[in-house]
DNA sequence: TCTTGACTCTCCTGTTGCTGGAAGGTGTAT
DNA sequence: ATACACCTTCCAGCAACAGGAGAGTCAAGA
């Protein structure tokens, strides 16, 4: 029988972690003198720490491991337990190494460039969408007001009002500067009938990189960079018509109001 | 200037979340309604937002980027604190295949041999330690009892007591069941005067692979079995004398004490 | 105008696996 | 007797929020 500290030397744990252990049931002392207090420990037991140990080298948590003690665990239920935390742990290594992947091109980006971008691009999840459009090909972007006009007047003669947020799609594989395949869009949440020209439809849930364009329209060349060269240094592809959300509209027409905010979204995989 | 409840929906990012930015100081609304409490954000506020996100993605800590985003930080501070990132970001990348592969020969060894074994290797770091020693070729392991009885007088006439648990050295490389080249050990605080026989040296500092076997020594070598089979399924190397630590040692001579508890330490690198 | 129902606020607790420290009791060697 | 190293319990703190209680706010519909 030897004392926490004796027992803390030999496995290395701290005694502080023995107490957290007793107290959770994990690893209880066998016997506890009854009037010090006093923790006191077989040296058998440090094959039970062992274990606890090893199964916390194998990504389980205290619980599960106190369950998996209790329960003389079955072959299968362990093997079941094991195939999650090879998941988990296969998850893990994915997202550590594009964080890697990240920071490298972090990297690269300042030592090539020698200044910070001031877009900064993020990954989310959008979810699915339902809009009503119009689509026709354009000389140049700013072109596409009146498509916004068609598109507005549509709804509003059917007194149906928008849901959420306008945003243009564009058709157009890859970035180019005429003769652009648009596509301007009012979310929806109730019903519309279509016409020729006006489409209902739905835009599947997707993942997009996206960034935030603050200014004015004539400038937002930059951020196309910005997001093109992200995608590429880390690895992306695009899957789908980009997005341009209009999130705090022009006030003038479409071009130069400086308090525009635009989000740009690409649907993208991982190449 | 959008309500939380929006500013969320638009960035996918939760107003709890968003509540302990502006907490954090990371991010404030731009205007707070005096008498509701209300939090008011701009559009644009989405781009320090991403900024944010970016950070965080990168592996910094909140605090961090409060100090990222007040400072107007230097390139330089920059390119050293991502620096660091790298290296944590490897160094967790390392970890978590590490631990894939540990899970993965588990779930090997339950498919081949259908059971779990009830040798459990952990890997932990041991001191330098300073002992007295005698070393020698003995036919086989069980006859070290007369080094033990040479070693212990030789402390015993020179008072001079153990400060911790005694243990062996096995200098051959790989398992061998005659002619083995053992050297008996007593950990040592003070100083002791060698002689022909009896040597005192240091062992250095080591990260060794360890498994504790609960029972008498006829059947130690089910440990030995076990271990080397954990170092060969998860890629280390023996890189030093094993040890066999006496942590409950026998009391009758060396042989059948059922409550010896034996400590396998493997001095380890990785492969 | 009243009533919903959807938002929003603050404040408190809980999460995980411990670490650190305070205040006080033990054990042993000098 | 007196150090000094140990041991005990209890409380706080970490990081980045999530969940929920209890109460106030806002816009739309009856």
Redesign the interface.
């Known amino acids: 029988m030897i004392r926490i500290g004796d027992f803390s030397k030999?496995?290395?744990v701290s005694v502080k972690a023995l107490r957290y252990y007793d107290e959770m049931g994990l690893l209880k002392p066998v016997s506890v003198d009854r009037f010090t207090g006093y923790r006191l420990y077989?040296?058998?037991q440090?094959?039970v720490l062992?274990?606890i140990?090893?199964?916390k080298?194998?990504?389980f948590s205290l619980e599960e491991i106190g369950r998996l003690l209790d329960d003389g665990l079955s072959?299968e239920q362990?093997?079941g337990m094991?195939?999650l935390?090879?998941t988990e742990?296969?998850q893990?290594?994915r997202e550590?190494?594009e964080?890697?992947e990240?920071?490298?091109s972090?990297?690269r980006q300042?030592e090539q460039e020698?200044?910070?971008s001031k877009y900064?691009?993020?990954i989310?999840?959008?979810e699915a969408i339902k809009f009503a459009s119009v689509r026709d090909v354009v000389q140049t972007p700013p072109e596409q007001g009146p498509l916004w006009g068609e598109l507005e007047d549509y709804l509003a003669m059917r007194h149906v009002r928008p849901s959420g947020?306008c945003f243009t799609l564009y058709h157009d594989e890859g970035f180019k500067e005429r003769d652009c395949d648009v596509e301007v869009c009012e979310p929806l949440d109730g019903d519309l009938t279509e016409s020729t020209r006006i489409k209902v439809q739905t835009l599947p849930a997707a993942t997009v990189a996206?960034?935030?364009h603050?200014g004015p329209f004539v400038t937002i060349g930059e951020a196309y960079n910005a997001i093109g060269k992200w995608l590429d240094a880390n690895g992306y592809r695009i899957v789908g018509p980009s997005r341009e959300v209009y999130?705090?509209p022009a006030k003038d027409g479409i071009q130069n109001d400086p308090?525009t905010?635009t989000?740009l979204q690409f649907p993208i995989e991982k190449a």
Chains 1, 2 share one sequence.
């Open positions: 030999l496995s290395r077989e040296y058998s440090l094959a062992n274990r140990l090893a199964l080298e194998l990504g072959l362990m093997r094991l195939k935390r090879q742990a296969h893990r290594v550590e190494t964080r890697l990240r920071i490298e972090r990297l300042i020698n200044n910070m900064d691009v993020v989310k999840n959008v947020v996206c960034t935030i603050n999130l705090n308090n905010v989000e």
